[in-house]
């Protein structure tokens, strides 16, 4: 009852930006229900009947929730969890508006929840997680954390804090510095071999720790193959085959730390095989690699937020695209990193545009890559690029950072997240 | 034809962390727009740079420069000697930290953190992440010190220009169809910083 009011407000606000901004999201109402009712969160996070489940790291985080939330949900548990853009303590505010009651309750028995690294260590001082799965450190967001090391820090804290199993990634040194300090009977890992690792297009960079190499733990699930989208696994010990919803190491990996989560949390219950269904079936979160129709035609939407997740995706483009829309926005506030992203496989862009626009064409310009047009104005070059005609080669490819693909979905209409089909 | 002049980057594989290894992409360009060809060398050897006609000390992470301590000792001697030679660098954020109390021999000042983009009185822009509170630009003999992280050049191509100028690779910078093009995208990227 004590956060009728609080939680009242939050949907009118709530309420009050969809009626100003149809389908558009906004940071406003959790940030309203935070200063009214600050402890909220922490409140709601702690009340699972079986606890709450923190998915962190640099990279993959809203990937590898989705498909944890969709094998627990397959073995019949009710989930709590929040959408991809809201990771942060804002955003879980904003979901427990759009998702709890007036009183503050919500559903689920349990909370699967994604959390960007720097503010997963201030939640776990407040709310114990019972397990944890920590997926990488990658250099990224250097404005803000300053050194790699210091993520790890943080990454360990919400180890630390975590009183069942944390789960990690075996093939980052930096998650292998994070293990060595727990107690090794909490402590599960999930990685790829070195066969796979070597034959993949691109390379899982990791934030180099330039420590002489930690012997490499025991696994409870790794890729042992990996052709296209087609992954084999072991997962304690079976082998299982499963289609990842895009293509991409990454997304292997990001499979593999689901299941061996997923594992982890529902014990003897845990059925590989339909675990695996699952991943068969299940749609990409959306813009990662997410392929829709627009205008009659395929398109692929990929999100770039940072250097791994911009050279992962570039090491894995379709070959010879004839199209590419190239969007950096203004979530991108330091635009160096971008200067540390091989861009070899990127041959041509259409258009270049969104908030950073210049510091985009300058980049492609010095690497040579040929750009058809700078565009500053972010709507009519999202038009200028739709009604080019069907590419000879390929499939149209938009490629574009957080705030530029927030502003082209409302602007084409996408607003719902939920909205993506398995192509 | 003049020969090809070499570009060092130094521990390019430790001390790129926000894209610093761009600016000898940048020199490298600007310099072939004046039919001065340049190519740039990858070194993990500190010992050998008076062979080289320009270094690059980029900025690294904390384990970065323990390693590049560990794997060479004279290190700081080495560029120090390099610089004080008159021959010409640019150095970099932590890399200008570490280096320039042994370069200018007062000690280093400080304030607390800050993250943000600065604009210099020259009117040169770029990203200090940094608790230094040493000058954001400051040149010694023909080496130029720089707090701004990344591919500070890549932002302020007139500062490319002098620096190619200062080390004496050419009598002087003449405009062309691609540096008028490059130097408009530039201009607006130092705009941009400070509209968000």
């Known amino acids: 009852m004590r956060y009728l009011p609080a939680l009242l407000i939050g949907r009118l606000v709530r309420l009050a930006v969809r009626l100003?901004?149809?389908?558009?999201?906004?940071?406003?109402?959790?940030?309203?229900?935070?200063?009214?009712?600050?402890?909220?969160?922490?409140?709601?996070?702690?009340?699972?009947?079986?606890?709450?489940?923190?998915?962190?790291?640099?990279?993959?985080?809203?990937?590898?929730?989705?498909?944890?939330?969709?094998?627990?949900?397959?073995?019949?548990?009710?989930?709590?969890?929040?959408?991809?853009?809201?990771?942060?303590?804002?955003?879980?505010?904003?979901?427990?508006?759009?998702?709890?009651?007036?009183?503050?309750?919500?559903p689920g028995s349990i909370a699967i929840i994604e959390m960007d690294e720097g503010h997963a260590a201030q939640v776990v001082e407040k709310v114990q997680p019972k397990v944890s799965v920590i997926l990488n450190v990658f250099e990224d967001q250097l404005d803000r954390f300053i050194d790699p090391a210091l993520v790890r820090e943080k990454l360990l804290a919400v180890a630390k804090a975590t009183s069942g199993t944390v789960l990690l990634n075996a093939d980052d040194q930096n998650c292998l510095l994070i293990g060595s300090e727990l107690n090794q009977a909490q402590t599960k890992f999930f990685g790829i071999t070195n066969k796979v690792s070597k034959a993949a297009k691109s390379k899982l960079n990791y934030a180099p720790t330039y420590l002489l190499e930690l012997p490499a733990p025991a696994v409870s699930a790794e890729v042992v193959g990996l052709q296209e989208r087609n992954v084999t696994a072991l997962v304690a010990g079976k082998s299982v085959s499963f289609d990842l919803p895009s293509r991409g190491l990454h997304f292997a990996l990001d499979a593999v730390a689901a299941l061996a989560s997923a594992q982890s949390i529902l014990g003897e219950a845990f059925h590989l095989v339909k675990a695996s269904k699952v991943l068969n079936e299940l749609p990409p979160v959306f813009s990662r690699g997410e392929i829709r129709e627009v205008n009659g035609e395929q398109v692929e939407f990929i999100l770039v937020q940072n250097p791994p997740s911009m050279q992962l995706n570039l090491d894995n483009l379709a070959p010879k695209l004839d199209q590419v829309f190239f969007a950096i926005g203004r979530d991108v506030h330091d635009p160096s990193w971008m200067w540390t992203v091989d861009l070899a496989n990127l041959k041509h862009v259409s258009v270049i545009t969104g908030f950073n626009y210049a510091d985009a064409a300058l980049l492609l310009s010095y690497n040579e890559i040929p750009v058809d047009s700078v565009e500053a104005d972010y709507f009519k070059a999202i038009d200028e690029f739709f009604k080019l005609p069907k590419p000879k080669n390929g499939i149209k490819t938009v490629i574009y950072s957080a705030d530029s693909m927030r502003r082209l979905r409302r602007h084409m209409g996408f607003t719902d997240p939920e909205d993506v089909q398995r192509v | 034809m003049s020969k090809s002049l070499k570009l060092v980057a130094l521990y390019p594989d430790h001390l790129n962390l926000n894209g610093d290894m761009a600016n000898l992409l940048v020199l490298q360009k600007r310099l072939q727009w004046q039919g001065q060809e340049a190519e740039i060398v990858s070194l993990t050897k500190s010992s050998k740079l008076a062979d080289y006609d320009f270094v690059l000390v980029g900025h690294g992470s904390n384990a970065a420069w323990a390693d590049i301590k560990r794997i060479d000792p004279e290190f700081f001697n080495n560029v120090v000697r390099y610089i004080n030679s008159g021959k010409s660098a640019l150095v970099i954020a932590s890399a200008y930290d570490r280096l320039v109390e042994a370069v200018l021999g007062s000690k280093r000042a400080t304030v607390s953190h800050r993250s943000e983009f600065v604009k210099t009185s020259e009117g040169n822009v770029g990203y200090l992440n940094t608790d230094s509170n040493e000058e954001v630009l400051l040149w010694h003999k023909n080496s130029l010190f720089t707090l701004l992280h990344g591919p500070v050049l890549v932002k302020n191509p007139e500062l490319a220009d002098e620096l190619i100028l200062k080390s004496g690779f050419v009598k002087e910078v003449a405009q062309n169809k691609q540096s008028v093009e490059i130097d408009e995208l530039a201009r607006a990227s130092r705009k941009i910083a400070f509209e968000n």
């Open chain 1, 20 to 106: 100003v901004r149809p389908g558009g999201g906004s940071a406003l109402p959790g940030l309203v229900l935070s200063k009214l009712a600050p402890k909220l969160v922490y409140r709601t996070l702690g009340s699972f009947e079986q606890g709450l489940v923190v998915v962190t790291g640099t990279a993959g985080k809203s990937t590898t929730t989705k498909m944890l939330v969709a094998i627990v949900r397959a073995h019949g548990l009710e989930v709590f969890t929040n959408p991809s853009t809201a990771n942060i303590e804002q955003g879980f505010f904003s979901t427990i508006i759009k998702q709890g009651s007036l009183f503050g309750k919500v």
